[in-house]
């Protein structure tokens, strides 16, 4: 089985933006049209999106990020990532933190442990030296998309990946809790 990781892409693109087209997501994504609309058309049919004449609309967000948490876990079984016990303090400059260890940067679980966080393929000289001392909580450190440091914001010093990123984590990791619930709340009062 191959990762979706292009599908990923898409699915990111159109939880963020909420709106674009698909002449947009072709030419960004570099994708061909019938896979491109094999995504929209399944999206659709879930009623997270409507597409109509080549525009792309999120009608339904949760729909959304519970495909992108499904299409994650697919991610994760292929993509093991490398497992290092650090203090996310020691690697906050040069990581992005996603899943269960952004929601302990953001207070919502009490310890960051097997969370996700993404890094450069060049910054993992620097991550193993810390790693080696053995100290800290074990994180799951990913390199496969560095697309994602394209979709971030810093909250107290720490660089964390979209809200939208990661509930979509926090579901791939196999974390169905109050806590995503929650988030998706507070993703709706701050469109208002």
Request: aromatic residues 12%.
């Amino acid at each position: 089985m191959r990762a979706p990781i292009l599908k990923e892409k898409i699915l990111r693109e159109l939880a963020v933006k909420g709106e674009t087209s698909v002449k947009e997501l072709l030419a960004k994504f570099k994708v061909n049209r019938p896979y491109l609309y094999r995504i929209l058309r399944s999206l659709e049919s879930n009623g997270a999106i409507i597409l109509e004449m080549g525009k792309i609309k999120v009608v339904d967000k949760k729909a959304l990020l519970y495909t992108w948490g499904e299409e994650k876990r697919k991610i994760f079984q292929v993509i093991k990532g490398a497992t290092y016990r650090v203090r996310p303090k020691k690697v906050r400059d040069f990581v992005v933190f996603s899943g269960t260890s952004a929601l302990w940067v953001l207070g919502k679980v009490l310890e960051p442990s097997f969370g996700t966080a993404y890094i450069k393929k060049d910054d993992f000289d620097m991550l193993k030296q810390i790693g080696i001392k053995r100290e800290g909580y074990p994180i799951r450190f990913y390199s496969y998309d560095e697309d994602v440091f394209n979709y971030t914001i810093g909250i107290r010093g720490y660089r964390i990946a979209t809200i939208e990123q990661i509930i979509a984590d926090s579901i791939g990791e196999g974390m169905y809790t109050r806590i995503i619930e929650e988030l998706l709340e507070e993703i709706e009062q701050w469109k208002r």
